[in-house]
Every structure is written in C-alpha cells, then in structure tokens.
C-alpha cells in the first residue's frame, strides 16, 4: 500500500512543479498567453513632411474582419489625425500648418490568418447581372478598362465553351498568373498589362479585374501590404472577386487562387493609392514592421523551443508532433481506461489522427478505411492457405505498399485527394491493423470487428479535435513543462481502480433490478 | 424495496460490488501473478507437466511432438487409440484443435473422414507454429475427455467445462460453460456460449447468461438448467484448490471437466480469467473478495 503512495506522491509533485513553474515564467515574462496565431505583426506608419504652408496626408487603416485582426495603437505625434470611414474602407488624415520637418508616426497590429474558399464548382456563368451596389464592380474604371474591345475579346477567348463561373474564374486566373511578372513602381493600367503580356502585383491585378467585369462577374481590386520582419516601401495590390454571395481573394501576381496567406494585410478596396498628400517641398514615408512572437517567454525558460526552432532552423511541424503524441497516447488510455471504449491498438488512433490533419477529414477516414478494409480482404486466402504468421505481416506489408502507390495513382488523375495522401499514413501500423481487423472478423464475426472498428474511428476523431487545436499546439511549444503534468496523469491513471463508464452498462445485470 | 433502483443508486451498487477490468488488473493480476510465472498456464505443454507431477487428475498425455521428424514415429504409437485430442501447446481460443476418432483403420475429424497426410500436416502447421502467432510451438496428444451425462443432459454438443477462480487458493466463483447452436460447439461467452452461474455452497446451477438475458432452461434444447445439481461439485472445487497449491500464481482461473468414467479433471489454468462470470452469476466479485477479506 505505501507503494500506491509513493505513486500518487510523485504523480502529484509531476502535475505541481511543472504547473508552479509555468506560473513564474508567466509572472517574470513580458508576453500575454495569445494562444491562436503564434506571432503578429506590429506595423508602424513612418511619414516625414517638409511643407511651407499648410498640407494634408491621407491613407488608410485596415479593418479587421474574418482573417485579420487589427489593433490600432495611436502615439503622441504631430496634429491629431482624423478617422473616418468611407464606403467600405476606414481613412485617416493628418493635416499641419507647416515648418520644419514633421514626423507623423501611426501603429497598428496585425493578427492574420490564411484562408482558403471552397468555391462552388456548379455555379452558372451567366447568371443575371448583378443590382445594386454591386454595379459599381462591374463598369470600367480609368485604369481598370473592361469595355476595352481586347479586353472583352481576351475574356471570350479565355472562356469559350465554359459555362460554370469558377472554371471561367481559373481560365482568367491561370492565364494572367502565367503572364511574365515584373519588378516595376510604374502604374500599369489594364489595357497596358495585356497589350505587354507581362506586368507587376498593380497591372495584373487590375487586368484581371477588368478579364472578370467584361464578362459580368463583380470583381475589385484591393490593397495593402505583405508583411515581413522588415522596413520596407512597397505595398501591394490584389483582387477580390464576387462568388456566391461573398468575396473572395485572388492574388494574380503571387498566384493565390480563392486564398490568401495570413501575412496579407489587407488596407483598403478599390483601386486607390496607400498614401495620398497635397503639394509638400519634401515626403518621405515608410512601413516599418515587426514580427513579434505572441508565445514569447523566454526569461526562466529552461528550453525554449520558440528560439530553438529560429535559430535551428527545425520545421515546426516536426516539433507540434513530437509535443503532440504523449498527449494523444494519454487521451488514448483515457479513452480506454476510463470510458472503456476499446481500440485497434494504443498508438493506431494517435497516428491516425496527425495523419488525418494532412489528408483532411473525410477524405482521410475514407482513404484510411479503403486501405484497411482492403488488405484485410487478402488476409482471408492467407489464413485459409496456411500461410506463417510472419510470412503472412510480410505480404499484406507488400499489399497495402501496393493499395497505397495504386491510390496514388488514382488520386493523381483525379483533384479530390492530394496523391501523396496514402503516404501520410503511417504504413506499418496500416498493415498491423489489417492483420488485426481481419482476425477479429474471423474469430468474432464482422459485427464484432465493425464495432470495434467504429469506436477506435470514434477515438481517432476526438483526439484528432484536440490535437489540431492550434491553441494546443502553441501552448505545448510555449510550455513544454506540460509533458511532466501528463507524465504525472499518466501514474495516476495507470493506477486507478475505478470501474470504467462502458462496464456500468456491460455489468448492469449483475445486479438485480 | 422500489422495482426499478434509480440509475445513481444503482450505479452505486455496481461500484461497490462488480469487479472491473482495472481493478481486476491492477489489485489481482499485477500483484499476484508474476509475470514470469504466465508461462505456466500459457503454455498448456508446461500445465501439464506441472499436473502430473503433482498428482492433479488431467486428461492422459499420449504424446508431445516437438520435431517435424518425430511426427510419423510418434504418430505409429497413437494409432492404438480410438479417440484422441491434438492441441497447440501455446494455442489460444481453441484454434487448432483436432478431435480425432477411429472407426476400422479409419479417422474422422467432426464427422468429416480424415487421411493421415491431413492429420500429419496438421500436426505440422502446429509445430510451425500456425496457431501460436508464427512461434515455433509442440504438438501435445491427449486422451478423449467422454463428457459425463450431467452436460448432455442438458446439450448433447460441443465441449463444456466449468470454470473456477480463485484467490490464493480460495475460490470465489464458478461458471459452466456450455455451448449453444449459435456457438458452434464453443463454449466461450463471446462466441455465443452460456455462462451458467454455479452456488459454491449447494453445487447447484444459477440461471444461464447468453450475453443478453438470464435464461432458465438451455435455448437449444429445452433442458432445465435452475437448480440442477453438479455431480463432483466437492471434487471439482478440491480439484481447482490443489491446481491453485501447485502454480506459482494467486489469482487464476481453473478449468474443469467431469470425465463419464474417470470424473473431475484439470483441463486448463487461466492467468487472467474474464469478468463474465460475474454476469452468470448475478454477483460482483469485489462484493465476495471483501467478504472473504482478501482486497
């Protein structure tokens, strides 16, 4: 008995310290715990202006929305700037009575993420034209010409033959993506960008645009800047394109079709300028931006995996999963140990389930069940003919080796599944499963072997939810303390007694009602 | 006494009186069972030779093959019996068991004529270790257990046996196992077999558990099962008490079947006996371990 006191002293005191511990580098530690992206980005407006008489400078704030999240920051600073907001965009004016040079200085920080439309494929092309604000999307603009004759012939040319919008969209798409892109400040109209088949971020974008209004397909371009941990000038210019009934980003230049990474800071819409002043003597600005950690705790931390991953250059991919499978192999045996739901094996679910935040869900449970449930059919003539066991692993290894390549096959012809899919299951525990399905189909029939089936999927799913919470993932690499806590719930739960939730039903008729 | 317990109550009852799988492993198995001592009810080769070194009455051991070679010689010394049994010694679930019977110079297995070539690489696939997960294994021969009367009285097929657990050398529970059409000549829980709880004090049967409801008579045939009386039920619990004296494990299961002519004998030591028997029997084990102090 004072060996279980042992266990639960030292279980205990592995749950605590790590705890107190994490308490401490909270306190000695500047950061907040902003668990969802793991970094953001402080952006700084740096203007100078040199003016005899009075000026005025306008540009822009950005907006937060759905994909990135705007802090604004204002500073002491010369002549309190104005703020408005203007159709759909947020402007802010500076205006001074002139002198020596004057520094305006604004702040803002930026949490963004990627995103990525699923685009409706059966979506009709010529739907009728669009009312109300909309309209405005669709006529020309000075540098956006879409009634131009080349213009319309160009689309028509694209598009022959198509009668669903988003493969019309991707003809349009792919064919200003694939012009020659340039390196140049020149504002290039869209007329231009076709007449020279080759344009910056500015004639592409705005050839686009103008590619989908001549054929009546709402579309706009949109600015901003692509944030890196630099001082830099350059801002850029994308398009959003009406679909369904939202908009969605398309960059041309940097070729990001329905999607747009998370370090795009999106400015303003329409086809504007960043920076826009009145006649000054001297005007200089700049973007200064900083990527700053949001999980940064670097005083007292004995490993700092954060820094590690900088300075060593080590995918963090292949850290979250190092960090992640102590916690799913504890969810297993949690699952088993105390809900009693029985599974193929402790590591199968946790395997299963990282691999499944590559496939994607339902393509991955089905690709996975396929695999399965196909080499385990090959058990069935092994087992009838005799075949040793070890004999036996070594071919069906070879047969979900052959399922694997020849999904890859089938993948690569058609755009449902990425083809290397099959790879990112682990392949010796496909096989192991296999082995272990179609032996419990023969020795306690399908049902039995279906049901156990079922509540391992059951089991990979829940774990695949807590394991792809990136809150998770980037609280692990902040504090990888935790792996001592779950070492200790571990202990704790290697010696717990208790009767586990399914037995209450298994043994309910021990007892008489 | 309400008819229907609330379900907290009653969850409290489970609680309190069934055994469950962790505490089975954790306060029975782990403590009492080393794990080196597995092996001798793993391998049924190593039971036997504990049995009958100490005098437990088990079935007659005719022949151990252990070499492909030995097989045909040892095969000529078998073929002065009638019936015979051929197990894997580390088999498990019953897999690769053969139950042969001679009629004029002539095998069957199951009903079914047999060759000696099949019999020969049968015994061949056991040695090569076909239904002991791909290690070599022994091919252990025995003598034809006659079922007595008592088990055809109430199903005339298939192989039952009882169960007993016991508790450093106590026994706290028993289970008959008998087979029904469902399992196929099985008698395990899982395969569709009865679990029929035993009163250790009156040697008389319980109700019979098919998985699903207690039943009072065999499904099958009809026969009664309420209050049957075990013939050797004394014997029988002597029996699994001297098993248990002689393995080196605490907690074991101890499988018995009652031979027409020759009575009570030794079939089996389990390591790690199910939890089932508590639903046959209608009573937690933790309620019986506490009440003979041993948790």
Not at chain 1, 51 to 56: D, F, H, L, V
Not at chain 1, 225 to 238: C, P, Q, R
Not at chain 2, 40 to 49: C, I, V
Request: a neutral charge.
């Amino acid at each position: 008995m004072t060996q279980s006191k042992y266990v639960r002293i030292i279980a205990l005191l592995l749950i605590a310290l790590p705890l107190v511990w994490i308490g401490v580098r909270i306190h000695h530690n500047q950061g907040y715990v902003g668990l969802q992206p793991d970094h953001q980005y402080v952006v700084t407006y740096q203007m100078e202006v040199v003016a005899q008489g009075p000026y005025k400078v306008r540009s822009f704030l950005p907006i937060s929305s759905q994909r990135q999240k705007i802090q604004l920051r204002p500073q002491e600073g010369v002549g309190l700037p104005s703020i408005l907001l203007e159709g759909p965009n947020k402007v802010i004016r500076w205006q001074g009575t002139g002198g020596p040079t004057q520094e305006i200085q604004y702040q803002f920080t930026h949490t963004g993420q990627n995103i990525q439309y699923q685009l409706d494929e059966r979506l009709p092309l010529l739907a009728t034209v669009p009312q109300g604000v909309l309209t405005d999307y669709l006529s020309p603009s000075e540098f956006i010409q879409s009634n131009d004759p080349r213009i319309r012939r160009e689309a028509e040319r694209l598009t022959v033959g198509k009668e669903y919008l988003t493969p019309a969209i991707r003809a349009l798409f792919d064919f200003v993506n694939g012009m020659a892109s340039i390196h140049t400040s020149e504002l290039t109209d869209a007329v231009m960008a076709l007449n020279r088949l080759e344009a910056s971020c500015n004639g592409k974008s705005r050839l686009f645009v103008a590619l989908c209004r001549s054929l009546n397909i709402p579309a706009r371009v949109t600015g901003g800047i692509i944030l890196e941990n630099i001082t830099k000038k350059t801002s850029h210019l994308w398009t959003e394109v009406y679909i369904g009934d939202r908009w969605v980003p398309f960059d041309p230049l940097n070729g990001h079709f329905a999607s747009l990474p998370g370090h795009y800071l999106q400015l303003y819409i329409g086809d504007e300028f960043l920076i826009t002043h009145s006649t000054t003597q001297a005007f200089d600005y700049r973007y200064v931006i900083e990527k700053v950690r949001v999980n940064d705790y670097p005083v007292l931390a004995a490993l700092n995996i954060w820094a590690l991953m900088d300075d060593a250059n080590i995918p963090d991919n292949l850290i979250r999963v190092l960090l992640l499978l102590p916690i799913g192999a504890f969810l297993v045996s949690l699952f088993k140990n105390v809900i009693g739901l029985k599974t193929y094996g402790i590591f199968l679910p946790v395997l299963i389930s990282l691999a499944l935040t590559e496939t994607g869900l339902a393509p991955g449970l089905i690709l996975f069940t396929s695999i399965v449930g196909l080499v385990a059919l090959v058990n069935v003539p092994l087992d009838r003919w005799g075949i040793q066991y070890n004999s036996k692993i070594a071919l069906l290894l070879i047969a979900v080796v052959v399922v694997a390549l020849g999904l890859m096959k089938v993948l690569h012809t058609t755009n449902w599944l990425h083809a290397s899919a099959p790879l990112f299951f682990p392949i010796i525990i496909l096989t192991m499963i296999s082995e272990k399905l179609a032996k419990k189909i023969e020795e306690e029939g399908i049902r039995k072997a279906s049901e156990l089936y079922g509540s391992t999927m059951l089991v990979t799913l829940a774990i695949h939810f807590i394991l792809s919470s990136v809150s998770i993932q980037n609280f692990l690499l902040t504090f990888p303390e935790v792996i001592f806590c779950l070492a200790g719930l571990n202990l704790m739960l290697g010696k717990w007694i208790g009767l586990r939730v399914m037995e209450y039903r298994r043994f309910y008729k021990v007892i008489n009602a | 006494m309400p008819k229907q317990m609330p379900v907290l109550s009653k969850m409290r009852a489970l609680r309190q009186a069934v055994l469950g799988m962790n505490q089975r492993n954790l306060s029975l198995i782990y403590p009492h069972n080393p794990r080196t001592s597995y092996r001798y009810a793993d391998d049924k080769y190593l039971a036997k030779k504990i049995m009958e070194a100490e005098g437990i009455a088990c079935p007659r051991t005719y022949a151990v093959i252990e070499r492909i070679g030995d097989i045909e010689e040892a095969w000529n010394t078998l073929k002065v019996w009638d019936r015979l049994v051929i197990k894997p010694a580390r088999g498990s679930g019953g897999k690769g068991i053969l139950i042969l019977r001679q009629q004029q110079g002539q095998w069957f297995a199951s009903g079914q004529p047999i060759s000696e070539y099949q019999i020969f690489s049968h015994l061949a696939n056991t040695l090569f270790g076909i239904y002991s997960f791909g290690d070599a294994d022994v091919a252990l021969v025995e003598e034809f257990v006659e079922p007595h009367s008592f088990f055809h009285e109430i199903y005339p097929v298939g192989v039952p046996d009882f169960r007993i657990i016991l508790l450093k050398e106590v026994p706290l529970m028993g289970m008959l196992r008998m087979p029904t059409a469902q399992s196929g000549g099985k008698a395990n829980l899982h395969q569709g077999g009865l679990g029929i709880g035993v009163d250790m004090e009156a040697g008389t049967l319980k109700l019979a558990y098919n998985g699903k409801q207690h039943l009072e008579v065999h499904p099958d045939s009809g026969a009664a099962i309420l209050d049957k009386e075990i013939p050797y039920w004394e014997e029988l619990v002597a029996l699994s008490v001297q098993t248990a004296q002689h393995f080196p494990l605490d907690y074991l299961g101890v499988d018995l079947v009652i031979d027409a002519r020759q009575g009570p004998m030794v079939m089996e030591v389990n390591v790690r006996p199910g939890l089932g028997i508590q639903l046959a029997n209608q009573q937690g084990l933790k309620e019986i371990l506490q009440q003979k102090n041993l948790l």
